[in-house]
């Protein structure tokens, strides 16, 4: 008797632990963006990821962001030693990713993104396989406000920044709805 309540003490553990992570579909009226770096290059780096004026989140190493937003148009950036920008045009009950890739940068890691066409199967692997390690970084409203409040400036300096760029005809890339996850799609091969 024993060794059967041990038994299924233990399939329980193992199934309890060994349950990965996976991709929630997204709100009917809401589109999700995963911020993504996968890479373990500047690991100690934090980069920190916005929606136009709102802090989404910031954090270093292979980790993520789920982030559920508003359909229709965006800018999403991030903040390092530098700046970048993606424009998207996202639609309700949709998920997209943008992959953070670290850089070399002049004093510390740059920061590159990378809007995902979902086709592509060698990054999808890597997103799918960072998000069943781990669950998703999580703020409260009080730790972005804080955060927020720290990089009010450098806020103000990357939208200026985009604006400029954006004036002199630089082209950004692009989160186009037709970019979006099918969580019910395998990954092609």
């Known amino acids: 008797m024993k060794s059967s309540s041990f038994l299924i003490i233990l399939f ?21 963006v995963y911020f993504i770096r996968y890479s373990s290059m500047g690991f100690a780096i934090n980069f920190s990821y916005f929606d136009s004026t709102r802090l989404v989140g910031r954090f270093n190493g292979p980790k993520y962001i789920r982030y559920e937003c508003e359909p229709g148009k965006h800018l999403f950036w991030a903040r390092s030693e530098n700046r970048d920008f993606v424009e998207a045009e996202v639609e309700a009950g949709k998920i997209y990713f943008i992959v953070a890739n670290p850089r070399m940068g002049a004093v510390k890691a740059q920061v590159e993104l990378v809007a995902v066409d979902p086709k592509d199967a060698r990054i999808m692997k890597k997103i799918l396989e960072l998000i069943e390690k781990k669950p998703s970084e999580a703020f409260t409203a009080e730790e972005l406000a804080i955060d927020a409040e720290e990089l009010k400036d450098a806020t103000i300096k990357g939208l200026a920044k985009y604006i400029v760029e954006k004036a002199d005809g630089v082209q950004f890339p692009q989160l186009t709805p037709a970019m979006n996850y099918d969580i019910n799609n395998k990954l092609p091969e």
């Open 12 to 32: 329980s553990l193992i199934t309890a632990f060994g349950q990965a992570q996976h991709i929630e579909p997204a709100p009917y009226n809401k589109a999700v």
